[in-house]
T-cell receptor, first 116, second 114 residues
Framework: GAVVSQHPSRVICKSGTSVKIECRSL??????MFWYRQFPKQSLMLMAT?????????EQGVEKDKFLINHASLTLSTLTVTSAHPEDSSFYIC????????????FGEGSRLTVL | AQSVSQHNHHVILSEAASLELGCNYS??????LFWYVQYPGQHLQLLLK??????LVKGIKGFEAEFIKSKFSFNLRKPSVQWSDTAEYFC????????????FGTGTQLKVEL
């Protein structure tokens, strides 16, 4: 199946700094990628849809200035958590539809962000 | 807005026991339904999906799920679980008019004991 890779898998940063998380589709092109956030013992919450060549579409309640998304190429989307605070600590997961329109999403391994 | 409910948050079973995990969704239109599984330390991966046709769908590793439209349900089943089925299971729904956006349930942590 298609492979989606995230980097870094774990990051610890100080409050007030910015952190960038990369999501790559390794063997297929993805014009769309999805960024999810998962709180402990809770569901994956869709944050935004990343669109190659255009602005990301954010879900209601997600601060677009806080969570900057850039879909730089057909294989790379980045999520930057700006001026991070401890409440931003979470597990961030990206996903992309596969190269065949099967309706299946392929997920990255996730990135654990801890803000001190 | 659509939502997905998974009623069992933690399930502990002995090997060879039968499994059924509940999933209900709220959306009045046409939906596609999915079960994803996340084994410890691994990516989320697709277990099975329903788009149309036979409401009983079979997935990998002996899992199956039945779509009951009148009950808005898509329960996951396996007749005999194995220790290697220990994982977290997520039900997800996509409304057919909503692109590829999935709405996930809260997940069920399954532990299978030897």
């Amino acid at each position: 199946g298609a492979v989606v890779s995230q980097h870094p898998s774990r990051v610890i940063c100080k409050s007030g700094t910015s952190v960038k998380i990369e999501c790559r589709s390794l063997d297929f092109q993805a014009t769309t990628m999805f960024w999810y956030r998962q709180f402990p013992k809770q569901s994956l919450m869709l944050m935004a849809t990343s669109n190659e060549g255009s602005k990301a579409t954010y879900e209601q309640g997600v601060e677009k200035d806080k969570f900057l998304i850039n879909h730089a190429s057909l294989t790379l989307s980045t999520l930057t958590v700006t001026s991070a605070h401890p409440e931003d600590s979470s597990f961030y997961i990206c996903s992309a539809p596969g190269h065949r329109d099967t309706g299946e999403l392929f997920f990255g391994e996730g990135s654990r962000l801890t803000v001190l | 807005a659509q939502s997905v409910s998974q009623h069992n948050h933690h399930v502990i079973l002995s090997e060879a026991a039968s499994l059924e995990l509940g999933c209900n969704y709220s959306y009045g239109g046409t939906v596609n339904l999915f079960w994803y599984v996340q084994y410890p330390g691994q990516h989320l991966q697709l277990l099975l999906k329903y788009f149309s046709g036979d409401p009983l769908v079979k997935g990998i590793k002996g899992f199956e799920a039945e779509f009951i439209k009148s009950k808005f349900s898509f329960n996951l089943r396996k007749p005999s679980v194995q220790w290697s089925d220990t994982a977290e299971y997520f039900c997800a729904v996509k409304n057919t008019g909503g692109g590829n956006k999935l709405t996930f349930g809260t997940g069920t942590q399954l532990k299978v004991e030897l």
